[in-house]
């Protein structure tokens, strides 16, 4: 950055971008300054004043730093550097003084609140306020206020910052938070009190920095120092958000986003922060196997021997495997070489029947990058509905609508409320076919853009001509300059965790091998004999009824329910694996806490069943698993780095040329909240689903 | 004062007036486009002026005419005490209570209004009155003061003593005529009690002090300081 400016904070020269606010050059300064309503990521509200600082020639009263930028200072005499003071009598006056004002009206309820511990304000009121207050009148009350099933308010405590309105109506892009009348009177709300309408909800209880906006489900639970915090990776959706997760013995209590800027920059989705409940309930705690039409308990060595049995008994080509969206890439790689082992080409990952993940990585990948979506200036989404089934990305492209005015984004699908505004362009294929013969005004503005951007989902590849769409789409991206040497505009944008490990693994059907409407088609034909279900739980599991099926999973939901031996599972907070996200990012998610019961780590159970059935795989360790897995797909070994491929990617190359079916195109993710077992298991996913679909519904009339 | 609530009954909707939805037509012209929010007062007041009060339904239908997400209009309705969130009596009095009514005996007016008209933002039976206290009205030279408005507009009633207040009120609930502006018998609009005691001479006004400018004062440029 070319244009700074030398500044001196506390007496010490430093030179700064000179785009900074004071606030920021004084933290580049390595001084602290305390604040409520700033927040980096949102708009300058400069109303709590915690950010006061002295400038030395500037007017003689404090300063709110966070309002003001160092291009705006005045030079000192003879244009010496502007100077400012952080650590001067005034400014210690001046916080002390904000912060008695502060509390003038903030509850001394410290001890039953649930921020305690982690207040911005209970901080600073230690570090920056003085030792008692001067005012001894009432303090007023306030009203709680109704936002949906997932935030607990206490209005009482809330200090007016308005983070939580920017949030909303900047990031979240949902105008429903306001702040309602003035004064000492002034009080945050939802408009006449309904739910707040978006799938970032959770991230309200982050920004704000006391304790008026709270995690309802997570109330009254644990105090933030008892937790043990796990670092790790969401798999609720293919973005691969990183989390904190927090567990006291073994529950986990909560999930909190963690930084990335690549990825969920510093927010996460509400299912992935909410969904934890799920955790606990309809949980696979030991195995069982199937007696007289009946699903009973039984012990590890029982139901590895039936399975063994069977196993050795059924005919190789009789025998299918099938890989689920939450199943980390280790456990699909265990999975693949007992298949390789029993010598069996039937096996498949893709549930939802989507018609991807042949040849080229770049094929299946979000291969513009998540982050780089900022730099698009047109943005053609095809057959997806990214706020349900990517909420982060989609956040993303909210973002890049925000800060480029000129960006143009064209949907063809199902017409959904996004949070920004698009040119619909139509329903389905035929738009996609005109679009590719270079017609209409959108195809102008792709044109036209410097950094095109298509994504595909999976609305427009989970169906019979995917593979002729993911051609077309692709072909479409090249015709208009999104795929080159500096820049791949050509994404898809999957929905499942554990989909893009598994496809980068290869777990798809081998030479002569049946995919997985085939296993399913041979089960009904009685063609498959044998068939190992790990976790998938999407499909219409009663079609798997003429084989022997082995269900692997942490819930007892879909899938489980439909098979003669369950071998119960840990969770993604349970076991330690690596989940590649859509842009092809492997990711380590760890263990945050034990599995429950008997269920075991996922890859631990099949190499056990390997040598039940003499075909022991070749490690004995998850190590040994990560180094063979590593030699075998050297991407997943390269933690948090996405893109590495050199040549210009081919786009002819993907899917396959074909004939286009009329229907439209329908978003993969019917229900946001109950995409998976974990999530149909969680009671505040159901409430949230039932309240959103309500909303939904009477928005609709 | 207590937060400012929206009533509960409200009017299943709300719609303008043949002549109201033109001057909003006008209005809108006044602004740059994209910038038609800054409409929001001058519409939610015509409302008000149509209905007596502001309405949820006639919020949303102004947050729809101007582009605006509801919430942002319920958050003007709401900080400007101005609009009422809910019915007035048919003369609803405004109260001055600042300082300079204060000292000049607003709180013996307030004991009035809450004897005859009972509590504070409460209508009475017959619909005929409500009161509010607000903030200075900016007729403090004949303060204390109160506004009153109806369907007719809003009129400043000042120099008040309790005896003279709850006499107008008493001739406002039967219908008789009463004097708008100040009620002291020996004042004139805004001027001095009595009479004037200030700027009395005749001659500042017969033009005989004038005198002929010999220079403009000022015209000559300034010596830069310090030399
Ligand atoms: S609720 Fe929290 S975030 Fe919102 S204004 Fe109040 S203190 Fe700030
Ligand atoms: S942080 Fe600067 S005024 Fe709030
Ligand atoms: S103080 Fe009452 S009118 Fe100004």
């Known amino acids: ?701 | 004062m207590a937060s400012r609530r929206p009533a509960k009954d409200q009017p299943a909707s709300f719609d303008w007036t043949p002549e109201n939805k033109a001057w909003c037509e006008e209005q809108i012209k006044k602004y740059p486009q994209g910038r038609q929010a800054s409409c929001v007062i001058p519409f939610l007041w015509r409302g008000q002026k149509q209905e007596g009060w502001v309405s949820i339904p006639m919020m949303e239908r102004i947050a729809r005419q101007l582009d605006m997400p509801y919430i942002r209009v319920y958050e003007v309705a709401t900080f400007y005490t101005m609009f009422n969130l809910a019915p007035e009596g048919e003369f609803f009095v405004q109260l001055c209570g600042t300082t300079p009514c204060m000292l000049r005996g607003s709180n013996e007016l307030r004991e009035v209004c809450k004897k005859v008209i009972g509590e504070e933002g409460h209508v009475t039976e017959d619909g005929k009155f409500s009161w509010l206290e607000v903030e200075c009205l900016g007729a403090c030279c004949n303060a204390p003061m109160i506004q009153i408005s109806t369907k007719d507009g809003d009129h400043y009633y000042e120099d008040l003593t309790p005896e003279i207040l709850e006499d107008l009120l008493g001739k406002l609930a039967r219908g008789e005529e009463v004097k708008i502006g100040t009620q002291h018998p020996g004042r004139h609009t805004s001027d001095p009690e009595g009479d004037n005691t200030t700027l009395t001479d005749p001659s500042l006004y017969d033009g005989s002090r004038a005198q002929p400018l010999k220079e403009i004062p000022n015209s000559a440029p300034k010596e830069p300081a310090g030399q």
Not at chain 1, 104 to 133: K, T, V
Request: negative net charge.
């Open chain 1, 1 to 701: 950055m070319s244009d700074t400016r030398v500044i001196k904070v506390n007496n010490r020269e430093i030179e700064v971008p000179s785009n900074l606010t004071l606030l920021q050059a004084c933290e580049a300064a390595g001084e602290e300054i305390p604040r409520f309503c700033y927040h980096e990521r949102l708009s300058v509200a400069g109303n709590c004043r915690m950010c006061l600082i002295e400038v030395k020639g500037g007017p003689p009263k404090p300063v709110a730093s966070c309002a003001q930028n160092v291009k705006d200072l005045r030079p000192g005499p003879e244009g010496a550097p502007p100077e400012l003071f952080t650590n001067t009598p005034m400014v210690k006056k001046a916080r002390e003084g904000v912060m008695e004002f502060l509390l003038i009206n903030h509850p001394l309820d410290c001890p039953i609140c649930d921020q305690g511990g982690e207040c911005d304000l209970q901080d600073q009121a230690m570090a920056y306020g003085r030792d008692g207050s001067r005012y001894e009148e009432n303090k007023r009350a306030v009203e709680e206020k109704h936002m949906g099933p997932l935030i607990k308010t206490i209005m009482t405590r809330c200090i007016q910052c308005t983070r939580c309105v920017r949030f909303a109506t900047e990031i979240a892009g949902v105008d429903d938070l306001g702040l309602v009348n003035r004064g000492e009177n002034a009080e945050i709300t939802t408009y006449l009190e309904k739910a707040v309408e978006s799938e970032l909800t959770g991230n309200l209880i982050d920004v704000c920095p006391v304790g008026a906006l709270t995690s309802k489900p997570y109330a009254f639970n644990a105090r933030p120092w008892e937790l043990r915090k796990t670092e790790s990776v969401d798999a609720m959706d293919a973005v691969g958000s990183n989390i904190r997760v927090d567990a006291r013995g073994r529950e986990v209590l909560r999930i909190l986003p963690v930084l990335h800027e690549g990825i969920n920059e510093e927010w996460i989705a509400d299912k992935s922060r909410f969904v934890w409940d799920g955790l606990r309930r309809q949980r696979l705690d030991k195995p069982y196997v199937r007696k007289d039409g009946k699903l009973v308990p039984a012990s590890w060595d029982e139901a590895l021997s039936l399975v063994a049995e069977k196993l050795k008994a059924a005919p190789k080509e009789k025998v299918a495997a099938l890989a689920g969206d939450l199943v980390p890439a280790e456990a699909v790689k265990a999975l693949k070489d007992l298949m390789g082992e029993i010598g069996s080409p039937n096996m498949d990952c893709r549930q939802d029947f989507a018609k991807v993940g042949e040849g080229d990585r770049r094929n299946y990948l979000f291969n513009t990058g998540i982050a780089n979506l900022e730099q698009a200036d047109a943005i053609l989404l095809i057959g997806t509905n990214p706020r349900a089934e990517a909420p982060m990305i989609n956040a993303r492209i909210r973002k890049t609508w925000l800060n480029n005015l000129d960006v143009k984004i064209g949907l063809i699908g199902e017409q959904k409320d996004l949070s920004y505004d698009y040119d619909y362009l139509g329903a389905g294929t035929d738009t996609l076919s005109s679009l590719a013969k270079g017609e209409g005004a959108f195809y102008e503005a792709l044109k036209a853009a410097k950094n095109p951007v298509v994504i595909v989902g999976m609305g427009a590849l989970a169906r019979e001509d995917g593979a002729a769409i993911l051609n077309a789409a692709a072909q479409l991206a090249d015709s208009v300059g999104a795929v080159r040497g500096d820049w791949n505009g050509f994404n898809v944008l999957h929905n499942a965790a554990g989909r893009v490990g598994a496809l980068d693994l290869g777990f798809l059907p081998g030479e002569g091998g049946r995919d997985f409407a085939g296993i399913l088609d041979g089960c009904e034909a009685r063609e498959i004999d044998f068939v190992y279900n790990l976790g998938a739980d999407e499909f219409d599991a009663r079609r798997l009824a003429g084989a022997f099926v082995v269900y692997q999973g942490s819930h007892g939901d879909n899938g489980a329910r439909h098979a003669d031996v369950i071998f119960p599972a840990a969770a993604y907070t349970e076991q330690s694996g690596i989940f590649v996200n859509t842009e092809g990012r492997a990711q380590m998610a760890n263990r945050a806490c034990f599995p429950p019961g008997d269920a075991r780590e996922d890859w631990a159970i099949i190499r056990a069943l390997s040598g039940r059935i003499g075909k022991a795989l070749p490690y004995d360790d998850m190590f040994a698993l990560r180094q063979a897995m590593i030699a075998e797909v050297p991407s997943l070994g390269r933690i948090d780095q996405v893109g590495g491929a050199e040549d210009r990617f081919d786009a002819s190359a993907a899917g396959a040329a074909g004939s286009l079916s009329s229907e439209p195109f329908v978003s993969a993710t019917a229900d946001y909240y109950l995409t998976n077992p974990i999530a149909r298991a969680s009671k505040t996913m159901a409430e949230c689903s039932a309240v959103m679909n309500g909303a939904a519904k009477v928005a609709a009339e």
